[in-house]
């Protein structure tokens, strides 16, 4: 079993739709959670950065983990063409190598 | 300013053939990553220098894998011989700072290997 596991998609949805984009882990150890975006031919960039448990906004992204239930969670707000690309989930404990999931492929309907 | 530059995009080689990819972090960037990414699959971390010290190759295959960062930036990934399982996406990372959980990493495109 993969220590981080994120479900590949595709996930298709219309335009102005929410998105939700999630991922589960099996090491207790890991406090420090990502997302990352990567576009098709093109390296992943950070998305959203949280440490240990709770809420994160950034605009129209919210970023959510639930340590107890080793969950975490990405939503996408009005979602636009633009943001068709693969959601990669990422996570670490203090010190160690970041853990990615396989991601998830996101397409927004226009 | 310029993100991390990684050469060539794009590789194609027969099997039992040496190849090379270069990696230029951005400016002022202490921390270097190199990751492996096989398709539908997230990043895999093969080394990690802080300045011109691998502090963390624990994943690099080093009987056919090896690398470099010579004077703290410029950084050499070397495959020789490669295998037909290499073929993959290289990806080269720079952060400013060493503390993995914390500081950002900044991705370049990648290098595509495609092993024949």
């Known amino acids: 079993q993969k220590e981080v596991e994120q479900d590949p998609g595709p996930l298709s949805v219309p335009e102005g739709a929410i998105v939700s984009l999630n991922c589960t882990y099996s090491n207790s150890a890991f406090q420090y959670f990502m997302w990352y975006r990567q576009y098709s031919r093109k390296g992943p960039e950070l998305l959203m950065y949280t440490y240990s448990s709770g809420n994160k906004e950034d605009g129209r992204f919210t970023a959510q983990v639930d340590k107890s239930s080793k969950y975490i969670s990405l939503f996408i707000r009005d979602s636009q063409p633009s943001d068709s690309a693969t959601y990669l989930c990422a996570m670490t404990s203090y010190g160690n190598k970041l853990v990615f999931g396989a991601g998830t492929i996101l397409r927004v309907k226009s | 300013e310029a993100g991390v530059v990684q050469s060539p995009r794009y590789k194609i080689i027969e099997k039992k053939q040496p190849v090379a990819f270069w990696c230029n972090p951005i400016?002022?960037?202490?921390?270097l990553y190199w990751y492996l990414q096989n398709l539908g699959q997230g990043p895999e971390l093969l080394i990690r220098y802080e300045n011109e010290e691998a502090v963390d190759d624990s994943q690099l295959p080093k009987d056919r894998f090896s690398a470099e960062r010579l004077k703290g930036v410029d950084s050499t990934l070397k495959i020789q011989p490669a295998e037909l399982g290499d073929s993959a996406v290289y990806l080269c990372?720079?952060?400013?700072?060493?503390?993995?959980?914390?500081?950002?990493?900044?991705f370049g495109p990648g290098t595509r290997l495609t092993v024949l």
């Open positions: 990372a720079s952060s400013l700072g060493s503390r993995v959980s914390e500081d950002t990493q900044y």
């Open positions: 400016s002022g960037h202490n921390t």
